[in-house]
């Protein structure tokens, strides 16, 4: 069993106030309620797993509930693809909310309400300011803002106004609704908000309905209001934004109670470090700008970390679950080694996934002495990592491909692959002998000519010979018989950037990108990689086949495969090899 860990800094809080009966009765777990709340203005990347996987794992560690919930209020940049898309991927990393997902544009006539109450109460007032005056007049952090000159409006003018900005009597930006707070405030989101503004933009969710939108700031304490957020989980770039949601919450609430109109909830909200990695791009605008200018083949690439191009490319949602409880929980940002995030895919897979033999650039070989028409079925291991994997039969023949790079003809002392006059174990079959080879018109070795000895069948060593001395070999190499071989499209993934912080140097992230991100060659394949799962491969929970290929790597079958084509694509490779270029 694995040595249970510290709880981090949230989970202990939520333990504090479990056994203090905050938010219910003492003791009681199920009061816990955390939510997920991604605006769906773009697909799900990497950067958002920690936020999932701690707002579920928390809800499930503690027998509470996590919402799914949409803070959809932008429909500028909002499009029901995200919807659909968000959904699915947080499905596919393994978790599920109770019942429907929520959006916060349900709650938009509610708000509504706060805000009318509000500006009734001398809490907030239309103002006719443009976006870049009352950017302009906002101040310094070391100087004053200056008033809106609509600041001192009557309450009865503003909810008038107000009230017809709803009702579409405005043109769009022409008027807002702020808060009336602070303007020498030292937090600059406290000097006088924007509550709402006007905009005619039909929503993916609720349709033409509203002519006027909330702020993310005014909605965001709102909607975990309505729900009974316990423990609101943020990153801390919000943290300097959690005085203004008290102050909607506590400024809604005042005069309410003993009586009165109740008071609407007002949980907790904690800020952890988000999570950033090298070599990864996390901005939706970015991510966006590099699909629509051709730089990658669409949002699910795999060479993209958004979601669903880890999923593409083959990643694990039981390794992404497992990183992201490795990194931790913390209050400090820090830049995460992209590498930690691919070995804890190499450790599932390696546990996981079964073994194959393919060649990635063939080079073809033939045994001079054995047998024409003879086809041998070699026994091979599936799993040496899982004894209950079991074993499969691969067929060998009198022609058959080993990698190119397994040749040399001019090879150095310590070369031990095959080479003139040099012997090698092939996996699972025989020990060969190089005796010849054959080149084309621009030098380039064709074909390879062997004998082998049958005293080695399944890559046992020979017997001692009369002296009592043993053969031995230092070189075993993989191979796929010619006559049986799949043919496969194999796509070979490098990192998208070759920069650990993307564009940190010129401010553009394209002069960093890497050009030799992908690569694609004709490979050779053992049959039972053909298209139809083998009897002996696991059942992937989302369908996927993931199996390593013998000395290159993990790989999975793509959506491109046809009948006709089969396409693979790496997953990753067997080691980290930019740890050992920085080794280097």
Not at 21 to 36: E, H, I, L, M, Q
Not at 293 to 311: C, L, N, S
Not at 354 to 383: C, D, F, Q, S, T
Request: aromatic share 10%; hydrophobic share 35%.
């Amino acid at each position: 069993m694995p040595e249970e860990r510290t709880p981090h800094f949230i989970e202990q809080i939520i333990e504090q106030d479990i056994a203090s009966g905050k938010w219910g009765g003492a003791g009681d777990p199920s009061v816990v309620t955390t939510r997920f709340p991604p605006e769906p203005n773009g697909y799900l990347h990497v950067g958002h797993t920690k936020s999932i996987c701690l707002n579920f794992g928390l809800a499930k560690k503690y027998g509470g509930r996590c919402f799914l919930r949409f803070d959809d209020t932008n429909p500028a940049r909002e499009e029901r693809e995200y919807i659909e898309a968000i959904q699915e991927d947080i499905r596919w990393l393994g978790f599920e909310w109770g019942g429907k997902a929520l959006h916060a544009s349900e709650y938009f006539g509610w708000m509504y309400e706060l805000a009318l109450d509000l500006i009734d109460k001398g809490g907030a007032y239309v103002c006719e300011l443009s976006g870049e005056q009352v950017r302009e007049t906002r101040g310094m952090p070391t100087e004053p803002g200056k008033p809106s000159p609509y600041r001192d409006r009557e309450p009865a003018e503003s909810r008038d106004l107000f009230e017809r900005m709803k009702a579409g009597k405005f043109p769009d930006g022409s008027r807002t609704l702020r808060a009336r707070i602070d303007m020498a405030h030292p937090n600059l989101n406290m000097r006088d908000p924007v509550m709402y503004r006007i905009l005619r933009k039909s929503h993916p969710h609720v349709g033409d309905e509203w002519c006027v939108y909330p702020m993310y700031d005014w909605a965001h304490g709102l909607e975990d209001s309505k729900e009974g957020i316990t423990h609101s989980l943020c990153t801390l770039e919000f943290e300097n934004h959690r005085p203004l949601y008290d102050w909607f919450i506590d400024a809604i609430n005042e005069g309410r109670g003993e009586g009165r109109e109740e008071k609407i909830h007002h949980g907790q909200q904690i800020e952890f470090a988000k999570l950033q990695l090298t070599h990864v791009l996390l901005s939706k605008r970015n991510l966006l700008a590099m699909v629509q200018e051709g730089h990658v083949r669409g949002w699910d690439d795999p060479r993209m970390h958004t979601i669903r191009g880890m999923r593409r490319r083959g990643w694990t949602p039981r390794s992404i679950r497992a990183f992201c409880d490795e990194v931790g929980v913390t209050k400090y940002n820090s830049l995460i080694d992209f590498g930690r995030l691919e070995n804890a895919v190499r450790e599932h897979l390696n546990k996981a996934a079964p073994r194959r033999m393919g060649v990635l650039r063939p080079l073809k070989v033939v045994i001079e002495n054995y047998p024409e028409g003879k086809v041998e079925m070699m026994r091979a291991v599936n799993n040496p990592e899982d004894e209950n994997a079991g074993t499969r039969e691969v067929p060998f023949s009198r022609e058959f491909f080993i990698e190119r790079e397994d040749f040399m003809e001019d090879a150095p002392k310590k070369y031990f692959r095959l080479k003139p006059g040099g012997e090698v174990r092939l996996r699972y079959a025989y020990w060969v002998t190089c005796v010849g080879f054959e080149k084309d018109e621009s030098g380039e070795v064709t074909l390879l000519r062997c004998t082998y000895d049958p005293q080695t069948q399944g890559g046992e060593a020979p017997p001692a010979d009369a002296d009592g001395k043993q053969r031995k070999v230092k070189g075993t190499l993989h191979w796929v018989s010619a006559e049986h071989a799949v043919d496969a499209e194999v796509r070979l993934f490098d990192r998208l950037f070759k920069a650990e912080q993307p564009g940190k140097k010129t401010g553009d992230f394209r002069d960093d990108l890497n050009p030799d991100s992908m690569e694609v060659v004709a490979a050779k394949i053992e049959p039972g990689l053909g298209f139809e799962a083998a009897s002996d491969e696991p059942e992937w929970d989302d369908g996927i086949r993931r199996f390593q290929l013998e000395r290159h790597g993990y790989f999975c079958v793509d959506p491109d495969s046809t009948e006709n084509t089969l396409v693979l694509n790496r997953t990753v490779g067997l080691r980290d090899s930019w740890a050992r270029v920085k080794e280097h």
